[in-house]
């Protein structure tokens, strides 16, 4: 199955979940709250659509969509065997938990989410596996997962550690020459910042995937297989906890969009000084956040 028909596929049924959640003659949301919600592009959504109003789930005139039948189970459409890569499992693992607000503490239903995700409960336990090593999860006494807190020195650890290797891949960043193909990554990524910017009022929510993806984009230009697996770990923790407290989360990420664009903007104006400065402030307040949810949590 071609990986453009999947992600349609997968679309599909993801909207078909949310037209569940519906009654017959509310509305949809817009294309664009579509497309951050099924983490697609708006052409992905538009064909989605207009199949699902093909089939008479919904009516679509203009900008109105209506709900008019409760989607049917055949109504849903065959992906792939084969499961998630551990990359989409790790994706799919730090979205349940930022999206459904799950506590430390929580019973792991490995069961559930190995169906829910379409895959092997084995990879699921050897997935959790490789997170107990940092402390992220742990065996409960009587079998099965739980997730759990972190105490301030291991945050305080983890965020000087952090600033380490952002730093230096910021100044690689830097440096990289003109006709580099990242460079152009990072202009969309300064598009996306600005497009969420003036959208924060409805989709702040938002804000942690593409944190997520502006980091790992400058991290990416290091190239040193010993730190792969700690940048994975570290995202996981940051953009876990970033979410806990959800005090003024919008004018928190509303500042962090602001702190992303100056490193952005001194990366594309070649100013390695600059962004060092911009980093190092975007750091520190991402170390503030971290501590700040620990203290809220009472986990210190």
């Given amino acids: 199955m071609a990986r453009t028909d999947e992600r349609f596929r997968e679309a599909f049924n993801a909207l078909l979940t949310i037209c569940e959640g519906l009654k017959v003659g509310e509305t949809l949301p817009s294309e664009t709250q579509l497309a951050a919600k099924l983490e697609v592009s708006r052409t992905v959504v538009r064909s989605v659509l207009t199949r699902l109003d093909n089939e008479g789930v919904i009516q679509w005139e203009g900008r109105s969509k209506t709900l008019l039948r409760a989607p ?7 992906t792939r065997e084969e499961g998630l890569s551990s990359e989409e499992l790790e994706q799919r693992f730090l979205d349940w938990i930022l999206r ?6 929580t019973p792991i239903n490995v069961t559930e989410l190995a169906r829910n995700w379409n895959v092997q409960q084995h990879s699921l336990q050897e ?4 997170l107990s090593r ?6 409960r006494k009587r079998g099965g997962w ?3 807190g972190f105490t301030s020195d291991f945050a305080i650890e983890l965020s000087d550690f952090r600033t380490v290797l952002e730093l230096n891949a910021v100044s690689k960043f830097a440096q990289l020459p003109d006709d580099a193909p990242i460079w152009a990554d990072l202009k969309k990524l300064k598009q996306e910042h600005l497009e969420l910017r003036d959208q924060i009022d409805t989709r702040f929510h938002d804000f942690s995937l593409l944190d997520e993806r502006f980091h790992n984009t400058i991290g990416g230009v290091v190239k040193n297989r010993f730190t792969a697996e700690f940048q994975r770990v570290i995202a996981l923790i940051f953009h876990y906890h970033y979410q806990w407290d959800k005090k003024d989360e919008q004018e928190r990420n509303a500042a962090a969009i602001t702190e992303h664009l100056r490193l952005i903007d001194a ?11 911009a980093a ?17 949590h009472d986990f210190a």
């Fill in 72 to 78: 049917r189970k055949g109504d849903q459409l065959a």
């Fill in 100 to 105: 459904f607000d799950v506590p430390p503490g």
């Fill in 267 to 277: 990366l594309l104006t070649r100013d390695e000084p600059a962004a060092l400065a």
């Fill in 146 to 148: 739980e997730l759990l």
């Fill in 127 to 130: 997935f959790l596996a490789s």
């Fill in 134 to 139: 940092f402390s992220l999860v742990r065996r």
């Fill in 280 to 296: 190092k402030d975007h750091l520190v307040t991402s170390k503030q956040t971290l501590l700040a949810s620990l203290g809220i």
